[in-house]
């Protein structure tokens, strides 16, 4: 019964943790079978469980990211075509009847989707911010025509969001009531994924960090920092909205810093990546007063800020 509690909590570790996990909890449950009551032993291997919901919480959420198919721009932006195309085929197999006395079934869909959008437009600043963040040039920023990237990636996530939600609701009347609630978390979406995306190469963020504490809020930064997997920058998204720091904010990295983030070390290896992350952090911070971004590494050991 104890060992069944110990494989039952260890579901809740990570796989690449599990089996370690278990042999250390098996080893510690014997000697507390020689020492305590059964009592004793049974309180012990309910707290495999707060131990496991640790250990899951503080680990580098590596695995998700890694087997996310929407982190490359080039798979999210397919996987979206993938289901316009298919709502488009579903548009075209259903057949539409048209009631005498009502306007062309198409020229109903088209008011029903504006209207849907217009509701949209209105609530959806009142459910998530609108701002994709702050994006400050400096020397080591990319031309501009890799910034705009972002922005027509954005905006070919829109357009393939509207032409899955018409097909969809031209082949389904179940959902015609309720298709504004789609364009509002469709849209959401969309939002949400553009902040957590590198400017440079649109991938996803990985490596979040809580960095401070409330109390810091006031002189110091208080929030959560995730970085680029090939090193383009880091973003910091304040956890409380300050003046100094109304929202999350990039910081573009020199070119040379990206031989310190290979993407498969990063994603093997977390605690190299946090490492390095809170390494060009605290040098950032010590020197952001004076405005000294972008700094080479090799120019880090001898730069001192005063």
Excluded at 265 to 274: F, K, N, V
Aim: aromatic letters at 10%.
């Amino acid at each position: 019964m104890h060992l069944a509690t110990l494989r039952g909590a260890a579901l809740l570790v990570p796989w690449r943790q599990r089996a370690e996990w278990l042999s250390e909890w098996r080893s510690e449950l014997w000697y507390v079978r020689q020492s305590r009551g059964t009592k004793g032993v049974t309180a012990f291997c309910l707290g495999a469980f707060k131990d496991a919901l640790w250990l899951r919480r503080n680990t580098p959420c590596q695995e998700a990211r890694k087997m996310s198919c929407l982190e490359s721009p080039v798979k999210s932006l397919l996987f979206l075509a993938l289901l316009a195309a298919v709502s488009l085929l579903l548009t075209i197999r259903v057949p539409h009847a048209r009631v005498e006395g009502e306007p062309p079934v198409r020229e109903q869909l088209i008011l029903l989707n504006l209207h849907a959008l217009l509701i949209t437009f209105l609530v959806l600043p009142a459910i998530t911010s609108l701002r994709l963040g702050e994006y400050p040039a400096n020397s080591h920023s990319p031309p501009l025509a890799t910034r705009l990237r972002r922005w027509f990636f954005l905006a070919i996530k829109i357009a393939l969001i509207i032409q899955i939600l018409f097909c969809t609701s031209a082949s389904s009347k179940l959902i015609q009531p309720y298709v504004w609630v789609i364009y509002l978390l469709a849209f959401r979406w969309a939002l949400i994924d553009q902040r957590q995306r590198c400017p440079v190469c649109l991938r996803l963020l990985t490596n979040p960090t809580r960095i401070g504490r409330p109390s810091q809020t006031f002189l110091e930064w208080y929030g959560i920092e995730l970085m680029c997997a090939k090193g383009h920058g880091l973003l910091y998204v304040p956890e409380i909205p300050t003046s100094c720091y109304s929202t999350q904010r990039w910081l573009y990295l020199d070119p040379t810093w990206s031989s310190f983030f290979p993407s498969h070390e990063l994603r093997e290896h977390g605690s190299l990546a946090l490492s390095m992350q809170s390494y060009a952090t605290l040098t950032w911070r010590s020197c952001r007063s004076r405005g000294k971004y972008g700094l080479l590494p090799d120019q880090i050991h001898g730069h001192r800020c005063s």
